[in-house]
């Protein structure tokens, strides 16, 4: 009987090791879904990444907002159409860029970055 708790124990240790390590596949599927917020899975080791991918899109909405905010409150609307079209295609190309960035990061890294994770960005 002790040794079978003793085994019970130890599976459950052994669980928890596996239940902490991280898996590729689980990256890649975060990457499709929810591009690059994917990079909060391996935070430790993808700050810079996240930080900068979220500062293109916030530049992105900038870049789309601020012509449209001025026309408003300047009184006259914007009606070039030409311009619009421009603004919303440099926002979507700074979200389509950053998602492919995320999608592409994760496939790319080896399985055994995310396997040893944490440990294999002290490395």
């Known amino acids: 009987m002790a040794e079978y708790q003793e085994n019970l124990v130890l599976d459950k240790v052994q669980r928890n090791k596996i239940d902490k390590s ?3 596949k689980i990256a890649i599927l ?3 879904f929810f591009g690059i917020f994917s990079w909060f ?3 430790g080791a993808n700050k810079k990444k996240l930080w ?3 500062a293109i899109v916030l530049l992105g909405l900038i870049v789309l907002y601020v012509p449209v905010l001025y026309s408003f409150f300047s009184g006259s ?3 070039s159409l030409g311009l619009e079209i421009t603004l919303w295609a440099i926002f979507a190309t700074c979200i389509i860029s ?3 960035w995320a999608l ?3 496939i ?3 399985a055994s970055f995310y396997s040893g994770y944490p440990e294999s960005i002290l490395k």
Do not use: A, E
Request: aromatic share 16%.
């Open 22 to 24: 991280k898996k590729k």
């Open 30 to 32: 975060l990457s499709v």
């Open 41 to 43: 899975y391996t935070y």
């Open 52 to 54: 900068s991918s979220l």
């Open 77 to 79: 609307y914007m009606s």
């Open 98 to 100: 950053t998602y492919i």
């Open 104 to 106: 592409v990061d994760n």
């Open 108 to 110: 790319h890294r080896p």
